[in-house]
């Protein structure tokens, strides 16, 4: 089965594309108004969809309908434009509303990637002899679905992390009275028992100490999420440690 569904690609486009503002084809302030047209955004769209799908960097998919240039700066656009941050609140709102997100429990965890190419949220990786790696504080709900995540430098210890990561439950609307957090033994503390509290959760931590599966809880649906995203995000050497890098990376 396909990462993305060929059947997907034209609605998400459709969607994607009534987010973005109008813009000519070429500069209105050009004398001539005869200069290199603006590559259309449809091509961009579908290299980005490519280089998620494939996991492979922007030279590689680059030809002559479009450059890797064109891709990131593009990229970098419609990041600042916020258009990927609205496309990924309007596929969680709609997932919402046909399936159903399962918010009475959600799981936090953290992994480390690595970042070869830098960037402000890069760190020495505490598992790769120093080099630069980044951590992903990611939550899902009951069923694996992601909710959001918080991006920091690899030698961020999980626990100081869940604060934010649990902040991107304000973006969710309505939420259930009771909420079950399934944390694995590096939030063991008190202060994570304190956090929770303040914040009318309940946690449901491993213990340090104790050996335990990994379906103890309901952890193993961040498992499985944050395993999934190795497989299809963008290649590490293109990736780099920087919040711009991936589109919709809040999500």
Not at 200 to 213: E, Q, R
Request: contains cysteine.
């Amino acid at each position: 089965m396909p990462a993305i569904p060929a059947w997907l690609i034209e609605p998400l486009w459709v969607q994607f594309t009534a987010l973005l503002p109008d813009r000519p084809t070429c500069a209105p302030t050009h004398p001539l108004g005869c200069h290199r047209r603006r590559v259309g955004d449809r091509i961009v769209f579908d290299k980005l969809i490519q280089v998620l799908r494939f996991g492979c960097s922007y030279e590689a998919i680059a030809d002559a309908t479009c450059s890797a240039a064109t891709i990131r700066g593009r990229r970098d656009e419609w990041i600042r434009l916020g258009v990927f941050a609205q496309l990924k609140q309007i596929a969680v709102d709609a997932y919402d509303r046909l399936v159903g997100l399962v918010l009475d429990d959600i799981a936090v965890d953290g992994c480390i990637t690595k970042a070869p190419g830098g960037g402000d949220c890069a760190g020495r990786s505490p598992v790769d002899r120093g080099k630069q790696g980044m951590k992903r504080s990611s939550m899902v709900d009951g069923y694996g679905i992601p909710l959001g995540r918080v991006l920091a430098g690899a030698n961020r210890h999980d626990s100081p992390l869940l604060a934010p990561t649990l902040d991107r439950l304000d973006d969710l609307g309505p939420l259930p009275e009771a909420i079950t957090v399934h944390l694995d033994a590096g939030y063991d503390s008190a202060v994570t028992r304190t956090l929770l509290a303040e914040r009318g959760l309940t946690g449901k931590i491993a213990h340090k100490g104790d050996k335990a599966p990994i379906q103890a809880g309901q952890r193993w649906h961040v498992e499985r999420t944050k395993c999934a995203a190795r497989r299809s995000v963008v290649s590490p050497v293109q990736l780099g440690g920087t919040r711009r890098e991936v589109p919709g990376s809040a999500g």
